[in-house]
């Protein structure tokens, strides 16, 4: 049963008051010369910076009887000893009774996932028409562009965002004959449409790596030391603030020690700003970060505060392209809240669906420095152009 009906056939069925008193027997007199002796209490609850303190106190009266004269609409009624359903299904039964069955619905719900059912499923709705819309379109101008469609959005890119596309395309010259001519012009518009990659600036020396638990964050670091040491010839110093974690401090000094860079453990802003003054000789300096929830926003705090501007911190976020995609937007969406610089791209050897990487690099607005393919530390890592990456969602393949 929809939640709406139920509130509904709630509000039709009782008359409700709230009251704000001082003290609970203040509402008792008045409730029951409001609604009389029959009205029960619903809920009370003390009033937040109330002065004086006060209590807020919602009374209802079911008032079915007055109701049951309003025609067409046929209340149910206790006949012959018998109870019969009410409205909308609902079991016939004492108005207290039906509340508290309401209230448990209600509980077990929860108002957010209630609304997000809605929302999905409008969605789903949506998606499907411009789905049908989308292809019969394309289809009446060239089957090139339906079949286009059909494979864009098979590689995991969204309809809507694949109509965009196909628009932009449009906008210029199609290729009549070839498929394939089309495919290479498809990649060239969605390569124009992604930021460009400054890559990871080379002018920010230190450089912050942040995202979800185990997404590869130190993997990552440990990749780009080694290649900031031995191919650019860096001096390069790490700072691990991941205390959280049993062994994660362990697993950066490995890393340090075979790479042969200096290691600094901090835990604080000042212990962290202490760390950068000990590394002050080095030209590059990469901080890994411990992965949390990004729901907590004490995090998103403590980001803010340790990269602050004067720092002149480059923040990396690592997601990896193998999650759905609403998960990964969704986690972008919060982690935006840290003003990050970067998106590195981790685990696309475990992706099934490129396409994704289209929706999520035109939702963060970011260029995207790195791609990772692999454990192996410190070749699986490549630079992200959007011309790679155009490639890779066009043909749905690394190679
Ligand atoms: N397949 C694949 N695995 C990877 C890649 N990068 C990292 N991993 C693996 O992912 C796992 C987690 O990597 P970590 O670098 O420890 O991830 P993290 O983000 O530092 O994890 P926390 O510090 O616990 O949040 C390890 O087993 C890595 O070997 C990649 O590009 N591809
Ligand atoms: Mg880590």
Redesign the pocket.
């Known amino acids: 049963m929809q939640i709406s009906h139920l509130l509904e056939w709630w509000r039709y069925r009782m008359q409700i008051k709230r009251y704000e008193v001082q003290k609970i027997q203040d509402a008792m007199q008045q409730i029951k010369n409001d609604l009389g002796p029959e009205a029960i209490i619903l809920s009370t609850k003390t009033i937040k910076h109330s002065n004086p303190p006060k209590i807020e106190v919602i009374a209802a009266i079911d008032i079915t009887e007055l109701n049951n004269h309003i025609p067409g609409r046929v209340w149910c009624k206790e006949q012959d000893g018998e109870r019969r359903n009410g409205p909308f299904g609902l079991p016939q039964g004492d108005v207290v009774h039906q509340y508290v069955e309401i209230q448990r619905m209600l509980e077990k719900m929860g108002p957010a996932n209630d609304i997000r059912e809605e929302i999905k499923s409008l969605k789903d709705n949506v998606e499907l028409l411009v789905d049908v819309i989308g292809l019969a379109r394309f289809r009446q101008e060239s089957e090139h562009l339906a079949k286009m469609y059909q494979t864009l959005t098979a590689n995991g890119i969204s309809k809507g965002k694949t109509c965009h596309i196909i628009d932009e395309m449009r906008k210029g010259r199609l290729p009549e004959k070839d498929y394939v001519s089309c495919l290479k012009l498809a990649e060239k518009t969605i390569a124009l449409s992604l930021s460009k990659n400054e890559g990871i600036s080379k002018t920010r020396r230190i450089k912050a790596f942040i ?1 979800p ?8 670091l440990a990749k780009l030391a080694a290649s900031f040491c031995v191919d650019k010839r860096k001096k390069v110093g790490l700072i691990t603030m ?1 205390t959280f ?1 049993i062994a ?1 401090v362990e ?1 950066l000094k490995v890393y340090a020690k075979i790479i042969d860079v200096p290691l600094q453990v901090a835990t604080s802003k000042i212990s962290f700003e202490k760390s950068l003054k000990a590394l002050s000789d080095a030209d590059v300096i990469l901080v890994d970060t ?2 949390r929830s990004p729901n907590d926003a004490e995090f998103i705090k403590h980001i803010h505060e340790t990269f602050s501007k004067d720092t002149g911190a480059e923040i990396n976020l ?1 997601l990896s392209p193998s999650m759905s995609r609403d998960h990964l937007l969704e986690t972008e969406n919060y982690y935006r809240l840290t003003g990050y610089d970067n998106l590195i791209l ?5 992706c099934s669906r490129y396409g994704v990487i289209y929706d999520l690099v035109r939702h963060a607005g970011k260029p995207v420095g790195y791609l ?4 192996n530390v410190p070749q ?1 890592i490549e630079n992200a152009t959007p011309e790679k990456l155009a490639k890779l969602i066009v043909n749905n393949s690394m190679h």
Do not use: I, M, Y
Request: proline content about 4%.
């Open positions: 995202g638990t185990g997404v590869g964050k130190t993997t990552t991941d974690r994660a697993q411990p992965g690592l981790t685990k696309v050897d475990e990772t393919n692999g454990q699986d």
